[in-house]
């Protein structure tokens, strides 16, 4: 019988993965096909829990991939879940839905996944006793991406002289400072209201040459826009990695436009792939590693799809 793999989403039709997930799931010799689940951005709740209530009750529903709607759903739905994985409880959200038998489970990956697409951008021993991480919103993403950076630390593993964090009001800033002073966080963090591109080219400036920019604020795919001016005074040598691969991608179309050489560009394409793959892994239950053959040929899949 063909199982079913849901995706919660906002335009889940447009994504790339409505052509991939039938290739991979070939690869793997799996008989699943994928479900869009499309909600407007902050949908009722009630409409959050009938879709994980039907996914719990339905024996050939196995799970699936949460983007946007990660915080909502779990807010709307905790009770539906018999069990968290450690990330979703820190995070309070959930991107991933699997089951153990009848048990349904909720895990949040985008720590593990997002530090890959940053290690993917810059690679892993990037970081030194200067260079520094802006991340530009203060949404899951963000928050996600430092808590991958703590876990690294933890491991022994360098990781950026400092971080600035940027969103247009404190109530996310202040949920993510209260996250760092729980885990322990071990960069300085800087928590910043930037209200315009203006303010965020101000916070851009005074980052250290060789800084990663990142755009975590879902603008130019979620929202048009870009959150910076379209000649933000970017340190020499940035790199500026927005976490989308779809969309206008204005942050990354703005500074191709400056042909400046210096500047590295990176789209959102791997940290897709590494959350997609992971998700995938742990829904059907098998080993997908970050590396080796079986990544490059689902990575290559992915591109040729
Ligand atoms: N490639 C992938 O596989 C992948 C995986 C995960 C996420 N993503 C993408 O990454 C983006 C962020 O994800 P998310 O889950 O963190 O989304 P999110 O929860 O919607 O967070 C976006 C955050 O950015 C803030 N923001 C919006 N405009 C801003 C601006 N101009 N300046 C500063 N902050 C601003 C928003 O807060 P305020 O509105 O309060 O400012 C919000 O907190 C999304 O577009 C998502 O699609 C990609």
């Not at 309070?92 to 993917?120: F, I, M, P, V, Y």
Request: one cysteine or more; aromatic letters at 8%; a negative charge.
């Amino acid at each position: 019988m063909t199982t079913t793999f849901s995706f919660f989403g906002v335009t889940t039709g447009s994504s790339a993965i409505r052509r991939i997930f039938p290739r991979w799931m070939s690869e793997l010799g799996i008989d699943s096909e994928l479900v869009g689940l499309d909600f407007p951005v902050g949908a009722p709740p009630a409409d959050y829990r009938a879709a994980v209530a039907r996914i719990k009750a339905d024996p050939l529903a196995v799970g699936g991939l949460i983007t946007t709607h990660k915080l909502n759903v779990l807010a709307a739905a905790r009770d539906l879940f018999d069990g968290l994985d450690d990330a979703a409880t820190l995070l309070k959200e959930t991107s991933c839905l699997h089951k153990d038998g009848e048990r349904l489970l909720g895990a949040a990956l985008d720590d593990r996944t997002s530090l890959l697409g940053l290690d993917a951008a810059v690679g892993a021993d990037y970081w030194d006793d200067e260079r520094e991480l802006v991340v530009l919103g203060a949404g899951g993403a963000s928050i996600a991406l430092t808590l991958g950076l703590h876990r690294a630390a933890q491991a022994g593993r360098a990781i950026p002289a400092r971080v600035a964090v940027t969103a247009r009001s404190e109530a996310r800033l202040d949920e993510m400072r209260e996250l760092h002073e729980r885990i322990g966080f071990a960069a300085p963090v800087e928590y910043l209201v930037a209200e315009s591109p203006v303010a965020a080219d101000r916070v851009v400036a005074a980052a250290t040459p060789g800084a990663v920019i990142v755009n975590a604020t879902g603008m130019g795919k979620d929202r048009p826009g870009s959150p910076v001016s379209a000649r933000a005074p970017y340190p020499r040598e940035s790199v500026l990695w927005d976490m989308n691969y779809r969309g206008e991608l204005h942050f990354l179309a703005d500074a191709r436009e400056r042909a400046r050489p210096d500047l590295r560009i990176v789209d959102g394409w791997d940290y897709f792939v590494y959350s997609w793959t992971k998700v995938v892994a742990v829904v059907y239950g098998i080993d997908i590693p970050a590396s080796g053959a079986l990544f490059d040929r689902l990575s290559e899949l992915a591109r040729t799809a």
